[in-house]
Each structure stands twice: as structure tokens, then as C-alpha cells.
């Protein structure tokens, strides 16, 4: 037995799925200590949009390391930082018009959503927060009360509360959109307590790839207008050009008033997160919310730096919806060759899913991947969706090789 | 004004106090964009235990950097995880005979004591965890409902429950130990519902560097033995040498049952956080409790050089211990200086405290140290304590001219 | 200002449509102290299913009161507590095949309701109850959390948890039945943690007076046997006889884990409240619930005679369904005579109600009626419900009477 | 088996102890069904103040029922509550110079400590309430929150929250009184949140018999002025008499925020509470709590004539203080009869208790007394205190034969 089944906890779990040791990994492909290359649909899931070791951005970080630039230094101000900043209000923010302020919650994801949570909590002085069904946004106590997965909230060892799921677009086939939730907030006998917040994914990764409709989305932050509810959009995984632009909501001509951002946003995997919200809701006070692991330098530089090289024009953009549309004809393509086997094609731009009729079969399709050199993970609720998540810098021979090992591998798991 | 003012939320709160934009850092110094130089007494709030981008990890993980090996990879197995988990085996566990499984839950401090929280709740089948009178465990919403501080818990936005606060040591000056706590698990009648767990640091950094005697702790140790209740020490602050040995608990021979570890077990300030805990308790299902930020293998690298270099043997324990002692006799000579000023000098190791009779006395003293070129921060309810947290690298004459500094700093603020 | 306005607090509201001070009752008739009569459509919100001062109900008060009877003996064992528990079993029970044990827990609906929340978290180790859109269980902390309307919950004080609203029969115009609730309990990632038990009301008496179909509550039920979910149907309101037979649910065939009783229980307007639930869910420890006023021996001796006059055969039941067919007659008839003014009839046996477009309209016609000498309140979110709860012992005449008085209300309030 | 095992839940308790099916009572007496009679120190665990079947007040009850006097009205205006509210104001709040407003917030205790915590949060706007070890306010979610009792918390089925427990007088043997509570409050690292009241009981009748000093009542009155928070007194078992004057909290010179009644202010066991509270806080909106059972006229009217009867002056004070000092001697001339067993004298007016050194030797006493024809209860959390709660109307022969009883049944369980 080696050392990660004595000594780390059970709790692991890709490591059972891909059993490799892995040491190298270069743009679209990791290497396992043996040498064996992989082919990444997986992208650190959702971290690595410029792939791993971009020579771009390892290049600025190297150079950063050497000199002694300061790596941890809370929420100091640093030249790194402004930099950062900088990069993030003239390549980002202004060119959308969006006047957000920015918050450096912790390092991760669930960082950002506990912080908006509370934000929309405090502002409104209301108590709950409505999120959707499949909705995922984080392990820690107050981002796991929106998600929906009933494993991880069997783990938290207390009951949630404070929140309530709706149906997330699609969710219900024979209701209009909204009738439920504008029914239950428009009566006063509904027992659904004003909420300070909804909390949504335009796309759901972790739920299965579940993709709102713009109309959905526009109708949802209309819903939210009128009612004077705040919006709060978690980009953690669909943001930094994961759909197609720099914010997934922009196809909609959304304009929350919170919006969660981490995973890409640090550029190399460094553990970046940020709460971007309109300048009337920033009534903390100094301190209120704080935490150790908020000045990560390296991560800032990396960061600035992939802004500076991927969101200086719409290249990425367009590239990344015109790969989304080949895997989506591919994926179209593998479904129409099992007319047997019920399938679905999710998703938006390079966050895509194959849903299969069982977690069991996708299981199998990831298994047959892996063993074909390409990682693959499942997602949804009993992990019957395929989701391919590669690189956005994946070049289109790799994309092709990718979806040609995947139809290999739904073949051979569906025989 | 500056980017920091226009773009930064208000939430902010270092870079108040230290009004500088700093850029290179070596050892126990910063520099700021100007040049000018600052001795650090507060290192990163203990994440930078071994100085500013210490030459040794440094070289490691250029090295790392340079070859590509892999960055981001979750709970896969990974080389540098592997010589991560190898190091800390040998050099750590191993050595003090503890056979403690090994979780990473997240990015910070604050998922690993969400994910002992979890746990412990998990494993008892209970809902409720004791907690003591200023602790700092972290802004999530799980690890907030134990953390003392009213301006966080204020920032929660929907009330905190599931815990309730007990006297730590020294809180009450006429009660004997435990006398409450004791009282209130005998009796049936009490209220205080059967806890999980206990979490406890054995000197509350953010508190004021409130120190728990020996005995107490063991009393505590006791307590939570003969009643079947979980301890989790809180080893985020204290870990990693800041008192001398490697855990903080090792001086009153304390085998924790969860123990949570981050800041400086990263070495170079990149975030790594572990909860360790007795195998019994391992009874996660795989991906129960998870988190993208989990496997920042640069972190690895840095972690396990930094275990080798210096947790081979007992030089760094030792000179910590003596350090402390100096830091604690020039303390006591401050104090004794200023008879009409009640001061009070506390902590252990290189953890130090200087309480002074309010936090507006300690504002000015940290103020008048940053003009002079050092950095302190205050802690404690009132900000009254002033905070003494130097690298345990720092060299001797460093500490002197670190604690001639605050000498200064106090007697001025003293007029 | 009379004593009411200068002493009593302002949350009492009855009194506040209905202008008079009230002193002596008989039958379907209430006097005011100048001796005005009013005819009681309101019936003690449906404590008063056998009138005011039943005649038999009251002699055998007097006599029990006049040989010194024990009075109050909490859950002590009294002759008159047997007798009530015989009759119950023998008149109730045996004859519609359910085997129930009867609890005692505390005087009121809400008592009733709390007991089987309990029970039911208790018995699944579970912590969440899934209750309906506009249902109404209590005003305690427990059941005030399952209860819909906004402002009883807004005078919690503290946030309303463990507990999921679901839409009731109807609620959603164009969904399936139960389309919603089943995706939800299947779906692992849908957020809704699975409840120990359902609470409905078979009608929602404060909830408007919305009447959930037999199919409905039969499907509700296989839904709760298929997932081993307990049902709970508070029968407060409606049980009794109010639609017609005794429990509600007959009509449906259902066999609910748990039901709750209270109001017209006590047959003389004493207060008495029953959680009965099938023998297997008996694990209370003794005095695990418990409390003072559940032994009130006059309310056993006139809850008995209720049941040996009214319950011996089924004509009080017969009589009861047919007065409210024709109740609904002239509820159709009126709603026919105003074309220019959507209402709709509601309700089932003596539990009417005729919806209006508005809460304003409602209390017009109310407040009419009041003029008229006709006790009728309103009820629904916005109290746009006309409500008719007449006693189940209301003679024909009397019947006509208050009918033909709220047609002319109706007319009056609509020009 | 009769009825009472085969039907009952087995939830049921007092029937336990004293294996009897009682029939009548009148006075200080009850007989059962074969006509042996039972001196009752129990006294409906304080409900019955006046004794059983009181002939003066039974004489106003059955005049009352005999003309028809409306029974149940909610809160509609009568001509008996009236009466109430009138003899209420001028024989109980004005001699004391109180103007509480009334509110009538159901038919029990656990409905008035709902009530009081409902309006203390909402007037605050803060979500927790401070309570103390071994208080005992009900059975209700909210109520059972604030609770000590373990079985009884058990019960709960979800976790109790929003509360913290306290030392009551004496708790802590060697700590100055408050000085726990104290420090909490001033320190804003404490972790208890700022409360919106502290609830009290004067003597914890279910909790022991243990008894607040004046000085230590007053003390906390201090302490809550001074901090802006809301003072709850819980009479509900000390008031009206039961300790002598009165409101308990007289002698302390107290004059709470809220005060909470119940039990024996209803005279003749029937249900009745009342939430009484200064009228600046009276926010409540026009019917925010309800509920059916508020308007109990039979209990209107005993509640008067017992006002009336035994509250115009101050005799029954007096006799109840001096009964009391009585039984108190012949306590402690039990006590000093066993020095081999240490026993403890506990308690205020006729509310006494005899703590022995466990529940068992407790229980042994009890059964002594039942079989020997004297009703006694235990109390305290481990059921180790005998508690002695005669009627006020208790004869001087019947209190010396009941306390002779206790002396034999004491000797007999300590040979």
C-alpha cells in the first residue's frame, strides 16, 4: 500500500478515479511519473482555462520569485496587487461597464460565496437566501447550505438552514418559468421567507451541466429587480471565459449584484478568489470579514498576467465559442450513433456534458478514457454526465484527439 | 487616490494601519516601493514562520517551477504530494508517535476547522461544539460560530448557533478550572446540550495571546476523554514552531484527537491546510467533504523542504525557546519601565503579547513602531494587546533591534 | 377608551371587527351585553362544531362540576379521563379500523402539532418537515416554522428553519400533481434534504379555505409510504366532523402516521388537544413532553358526551355534508349573481369559503354582515376569503338565514 | 391492562408514580375511585393555589355556565374578560404600581415564555436569549430552547439554538456572583452575542427548589438596565402567591420588562395565561400571534372571583409566608434527624424542597408518602429533590399531618 491510502484520509476521491501518480503537466497534457502522457478535459476542474504551466504566465512568475517579490501579505497593499487591479478594472471591468467594487474574501470559491452570502444577508437584513436546485458553491458550512448535493450535505454534521432550493430552468418540464417561485413570493401565506438573495450558475458544472437559458437569466435578474432581492451569480467555474466571454452572464446582459469569481481567475492554478459587488452594498466595516490567505502575490502576478495575454482582445472569446460548437457537434454526433442509449448534449462554450442514462455507464466512459490517456470526470447528481472541461488554450488537434478517444470510449462502454 | 481606495472594498483593514505599498520582502524584512525597509514582527500573522521568501524553499520551488511539474491538482496522487506526505510522516508524526490520518480540506485555516467541525459532529452524531472565550477559528460560516470576535460574528448576517462559549483559562480569577464546565456536563439540567467536540488553541493569537497553562490543558484533555468528547486543537496560529515544538500541545504531552494545521506549514506562503485526526475517526465517504484549492503542489514542494531543513532535528525548537524567553525578559523590562501603565506580558515562544490598558494605547504604539520601520499589529478584544509573531528565522540582533524598536515605540506612546 | 383599548395589548384582532362586547351564547347565537343577537358563522374558528352551551354537553359540565369532579390533573389517571379514552376508542377508533395511541400533549392545536413534529424528527433521526403552501399549524416556535403567513412568521423573532414550504393542491396551475415535490426527493442534488415527515390539512382553513382533492392526498400519502417519510395530517380545524366525518381524511381512505386534534375535540369550547399516531412511533421516554394543563377533566367529561351524542351513528355527519352542499348552492348562486366580479367557491362540508378579487373586498362584506347581526371572518394571505364556519349543529333555518344575510352583504359591499 | 396503558402513550408519567384513577378532590384532597383519600402536597404542580374545587369560585363558575355565559371567544371582547382585566388592574398592577399591558398569548405557560421571547427578539432586534442552569419555561420549540432539562431537550428532535445557559445563584461555588456573565458581556471576544433578554425563574420549581437571594435577583435586574437588556420574570410557578406576595419578584423590589403567568392565575385549574410587559414595548401588530384557545371565560371568571376573593388584602400573603417558615422548620428538623445523609432545605413561601443526595432515595420517599396518602412530587435534574407544593389554602392540621407524612416517609427510605 503506498503512502496516500496509509496515511491520507478516505475522504480522497480523484485520486480513485485516475489511478496515476502524476509529476509533469505542460498546456493540455499531464504526465504521470512513469512518463505516460494525458490528455486534460478536466482542467483542474475549472482552474486551468490557460493551461497547466502556461509559459506565458510561468515566465512573469519565475521572474517574480527571483527577485523577492513579496509572496503573502494579507490585505497589505502591494505592487503586485495594483497591478492585479489595475488589469482587472481596465481589461475586465471598464470595457463592460460594470463599476464593481472588489473584495478578496480567502482563496477559494467558498471564500467568495460565504462572503456574498453574508453581504446579501447584512445589506438586507433578511435572513435566507434562495438558491437552485443542483446549485454547487462550496464545502464550508455557509456555502454548502445553497448546494444542493445531498453527500455533501450529509457531511455537514449540523442541519442547513436558512435557505430554500428552487427548480433551476429546465427543472421542471411542464411549468412556466418562475411560476413557483413568483407564486411563492408574491403570496404572503407561502411560508417562503423574503429572501436577502437568489445564488445562481448560469451553467451548473458540478450539477450536470445544466445551462439556463438567457431569457431564463434575464427573466431571474428582472425577477430580482422588481422584488428588490439581490442577484448573486457564482462565476467560480463558468467565469473567466469558460462559456465564451470573461463573465458567463454577459451573454444575457446581466448585471448582478454580486458576482463570485476564483478557479481561473489566479491564472496557474495558484488559489485566487474575489467578490466583485456594486458600490452601494459595500457597507463592511474594516475587518468584519477577514482571513489569513488573502495576499497571495504569486497568484496576483499570474493573474495580471493572463488578463494582460488572454483578455486584451476577444480572440480567446471566440475561439473558445467555436471549439465549444466542434464538441458539441461531436458530442451531437456520439448521441446520434447510440440511438439505443438516451443522451443529452449540455452545456456552453467549453463547458460541456454528455448525459448519459447512468452514473454506472458514465463512470465506465471515464474509465475507458482514462485507460485511453484522456481524464474525463462525471458531474450531476448520481454522476451520470460526462463533463469536459479541457483547457481553453486546447489547440483543435488536441480537441479533435480528445473527443475522438471519447467517442472510443462511449462505444466501447456502451456495448 | 489610489486604485487600493477607488476599486477595494471598505472591508479592507492592513493596509490602514501600514500605509505603504510594498514590494520585495527577504528574510525578516519588507521593503516598499520606495526602497525603505521593515523589520517584521508579524510575518504574515504566522504564515511566515521561516521569513519572507527563504532561500532554501525559494531554490525548491523555482526548481519545481522550472520543470514543469504539476501545479493544481485536487486530491489526485501527485509526486510532490507523495515526498509532502513522505516528510511529514518522518519527520513530524512518526517522531512524536502520533499515527494521525492526514486531510487536505481546502486552501486555509478555516477548512481545516470546518472540516474537524464536520467531522466531529459527524462522528458523535452530536450538533453542538464548545468553544472558549476569544477564540479565532475563521470567517465561514462554520468556523465563525466558534470564533469569539463580535465584529466578525456581527458580519455573519443570519445569527450563529450551534456552539456555545466557555471560560478559557485565566477568564474567570476566582473560579477554580473547569469549575462551570465541569458543573454544566455533570448536571442534567444544565442546558449546555452534549458537545461533539472541544476546540481549543493553546494560545489565542487573535484573542491577545492569552497563554493556557500546562495543566489546563491537560484538565481539558482529561475532561474530554472520561465524557467521550472529541478535542480538536486549533493549531492554525501556534503550529508549526510558533512556541517551540512543532504542535503547540506537545508541551503538556496532549494527543488531540482532530488537529488543525495551515499558515506556516506551507513554508513559503502559499495556502496548504491539514486536518489530522485519529484513524478511528476516518469514517469520510470519498468526496464527502472536497474543495477545488486542494492539492497547489508548489505548496507541497515548499512544505516538504521546509519539514527537511528545518524538523530534523531541535535547533529550530530551541532557539525559538530561546528567543521567546529574550522577547519575554525585554517585554518584562517595558512593562517594569512604565510603573503607572498596567502592562501585562504574555504568550510563549516567539507568540508574545504586550496588554496594555487599551487598544487605543496599543494603536499609537504600533503606529509609532511603523514609523520607526517595524511591523506590529495589535490583537485581543480591544486591540489591546500588542502582538509580537517575528520569523522564527529572525536573527538574534534582529530581535534586539526589533524589541529596542518597540521599547521606543512604547515609551513615546506612553507620554 | 374602555379597558380593552387602555390594558390589553394591541395584537389582540377579533375584537377589532367585531365592534361589541360580547356576554351570553346559545346554540348558533351569540348576545352582546345590550342583548343584541348575532348568528355565529364563525364558531370559535371551529372550536364550536356542537354550538354555544350545548344543552346536553352543559349538563353534564354542571354535574360533574357540582360533585366535585377533579379538575386539574395533568396526566394522572381520572374516571373522567377513562371515560373519555373509552369513548374515544369505541366511537372513533375501532370503528374506522385505526389503532392509534393517543398522547396528551398540552392544551392547544399548537401543543398537538409541536408533539408530532417532534415525534416525527425523533422517530426518523431526521430534521426537517416539509409543510404546504398557505398551511396553518401554530403560533409556537416549532409550529409557526411549518406555518405559512407572512406575518405570524415575521413575529418569530428569530429566522424560521428545518423546514421546506411545497406547493399544495392547485397551487400551481400548469405543473403535474406533486411534479415538483418528486423531482426533489429524487433528484440527490436537488438541496432538499429528505424530511421526516409531511404536515397537511386536508382543507386550509386559514389558508383560505383551498381544498385538496381525494387523488391528491392519496397520492400524497403513497408518496410518503413509498419513501418511508411520515405523513402528519393536522386535523385541527377540520377533524371533528367539520367536513363531514369525523377525521378529514376519510373521505380519501388515507391512514396518516400522525394526527393531530384539538378545537371542536373539547365539544364545549374547553381546551383539549390529541396527537394520535400508530403504535410503532410510540418511543417517548415518559415525560420526555410533558406539560401542566393536559389533564382538564371538565373538557374530558364534555369531550365525551360529545362524542356518545354526536358520534354513536352518522347523522350528524350526513347532516353536515348535506348543509354544506347547500351552503355551496347559494355560495354558487351568489358568485353567479355578481359576473363582473371573479369569486370562486371553496371548501368541502361546513368548511366554506367564498374567494373575492381582494382582502379589502372580503372585509366589506364582512364588516356588512357584522351590521347584519352575522359573524363571518375572513382568512387566506390577504385575508381575501369570506370564510363560513358555521356550528355543525346549525338548524336549516339558521342556515338560510346567515346565507341569505351574506348574500346581501355580498350585494351592499359590491356596488 | 386498562385503558391507560392500552391507549396512552407511553409518554404519560404521573400516572406512574401515584398508581391511582382519582375521581374527586376538593380542598387540600383528592380521593380515588374507590374512595380513599389523598392529601395533595402537589397541588397540580402549582396550578391549584386556591385548592381543589375552590367553593367559591366553583359557585361563580357553575352561575356562569348556568346563564349561558359565552364560553369561548378568543380574543373577542366579553363581558367576563372585563371583569378580569378590571379586577387584574385594580387588585394586582395598580397596588403595585405596574402598568404592564396585558396580552393573552394562549392557554398555557410554554405560550407566555413564547410570547415573551417572540417580543424580546422582535423589540431588539437581536436573536438569542440568555437563560440559566436548570430552568425549566416549556415544551414548545421556542420555550424547551431556553430549557435545561436533557430528557426534555432530547425531545426536541432538532437542535435547540439561539440560546446560551447561565449560572443561577449559587451554580458556582466560589465565583462572585455574575462574574461570568459580566465578563462575557463586556468582552467583545466572548462569543455570546448580545441577548435580547435574560428569562429567570425567582425559585426553579422544576429545576430543585433552587432559590435566588434578593441580592442576586436585584443584581441582575442592575445588570440588564444598565446593558439595554430586556429582563423576562417566568412566574409562572412562583406567581400569583405561591412564594407570598403576589408577583415573586416583589420582595427583590424587581419590576421586569415581561413578566410571565400562568397556572394558578386561572384560580380553578382552567387554563389561562397572560404575557405582561411595559407598554413601550407593546409592537405587536393587530393579531401577529394568535391562536383558539385565548378567550376561556369559565377561566375568566374563577380568575376573577380568586382575585377578588384572596387579593384584596394581604392576608393570604401573610399565611403563606408563615406556612411557609413552618414547613421550613420541619424540614430542617428532618434534615437534622439524618446526619448520616446530607440533606439540603430549599425554597421560598410554600414552595419548598428537600434535596436529598440522589433521585433514587427521592423517589423511595414519594412512593412512601403515596402509599402513606400524601401526593408529593421530585424535582431537580436528577428527580433528588423532594418538592413540597401544598395548596395556599392548606389548613395548619393538613400542612402539619402532610409534613409529619414526609417525615415518616423520609425515615422509613433512609433505613
Do not use: H, M, Q
Given at each position: 500500500m503506498d503512502i496516500f491510502q496509509t496515511l491520507e484520509s478516505d475522504v480522497r476521491s480523484y485520486c480513485r478515479g485516475w489511478p496515476a501518480t502524476f509529476d509533469r503537466a505542460v498546456g493540455s497534457r499531464l504526465y504521470d511519473e512513469s512518463g505516460r502522457a494525458y490528455l486534460d478535459f478536466f482542467a483542474g476542474a475549472g482552474v486551468l482555462n490557460y493551461g497547466h504551466n502556461n509559459p506565458v504566465l510561468k515566465r512573469a512568475l519565475i521572474e517574480y520569485l527571483e527577485r523577492d517579490g513579496i509572496t503573502h501579505s494579507l490585505d497589505m497593499n502591494t505592487v503586485a496587487k495594483r497591478d492585479f487591479l489595475q488589469a482587472l478594472r481596465d481589461l475586465v471591468l471598464r470595457p463592460r461597464n460594470l463599476d464593481y467594487k472588489v473584495m478578496f474574501p480567502g482563496p477559494a470559491g467558498a471564500n467568495a460565496v460565504e462572503a456574498a452570502l453574508k453581504l446579501a444577508c447584512k445589506?438586507?437584513?433578511?435572513h435566507s437566501v434562495v438558491s437552485f436546485t443542483n446549485g454547487f458553491h462550496g464545502m464550508t458550512l455557509g456555502a454548502l447550505a445553497v448546494t444542493g448535493n445531498s453527500v455533501k450535505r450529509a457531511g455537514a454534521g449540523v442541519p442547513l438552514a436558512h435557505t430554500a432550493p428552487m427548480p433551476y430552468d429546465g427543472y421542471l418540464a411542464n411549468s412556466p418559468d418562475f411560476e413557483l417561485l413568483t407564486k411563492l413570493l408574491d403570496d404572503r401565506g407561502s411560508g417562503l421567507d423574503l429572501p436577502a438573495a437568489f445564488i445562481v450558475e448560469t451553467v451548473q458544472g458540478e450539477g450536470g451541466l445544466n445551462t439556463a437559458r438567457i431569457e431564463w437569466l434575464q427573466e431571474l435578474a428582472e425577477l430580482c429587480r422588481r422584488r428588490d432581492i439581490l442577484l448573486i451569480v457564482d462565476d467560480v467555474q463558468m467565469g473567466c471565459g469558460?462559456?465564451?466571454?470573461?463573465?458567463?452572464?454577459?451573454?444575457?446582459?446581466?448585471?448582478?449584484?454580486?458576482?463570485?469569481?476564483?478557479?481561473a481567475i489566479g491564472g496557474y492554478g495558484l488559489p485566487l478568489a474575489l467578490t466583485l459587488f456594486r458600490p452601494e452594498l459595500d457597507i463592511w466595516t474594516p475587518g468584519e470579514h477577514n482571513g489569513t490567505f488573502r495576499g497571495i502575490n504569486p497568484a496576483f502576478v499570474a493573474a495580471a498576467e493572463a488578463l494582460?495575454?488572454?483578455?486584451?482582445?476577444?480572440?480567446?472569446?471566440?475561439s473558445t465559442v467555436a471549439k465549444g460548437e466542434q464538441a458539441e457537434r461531436v458530442l451531437a454526433d456520439v448521441a446520434a450513433a447510440h440511438p439505443g442509449i438516451p443522451m443529452q448534449v449540455r452545456g456552453r462554450g467549453l463547458a460541456r456534458g454528455l448525459a448519459l442514462p447512468s452514473g454506472d455507464l458514465a463512470e465506465r466512459v471515464c474509465r475507458n478514457a482514462f485507460e485511453r490517456g484522456l481524464l474525463l470526470e462525471t458531474s450531476g447528481p448520481e454522476g451520470e454526465v460526462v463533463k469536459l472541461l479541457p483547457p481553453l488554450t486546447v489547440t483543435d488537434d488536441e480537441l479533435d484527439e480528445g473527443l475522438s478517444l471519447l467517442e472510443e470510449s462511449v462505444k466501447e462502454a456502451s456495448r
Open positions: 445589506v438586507t437584513g433578511r469558460r462559456t465564451g466571454p470573461f463573465f458567463s452572464f454577459e451573454i444575457a446582459g446581466l448585471r448582478p449584484d454580486i458576482v463570485c469569481l476564483s478557479k494582460r495575454t488572454y483578455w486584451r482582445d476577444d480572440n480567446l472569446e471566440k
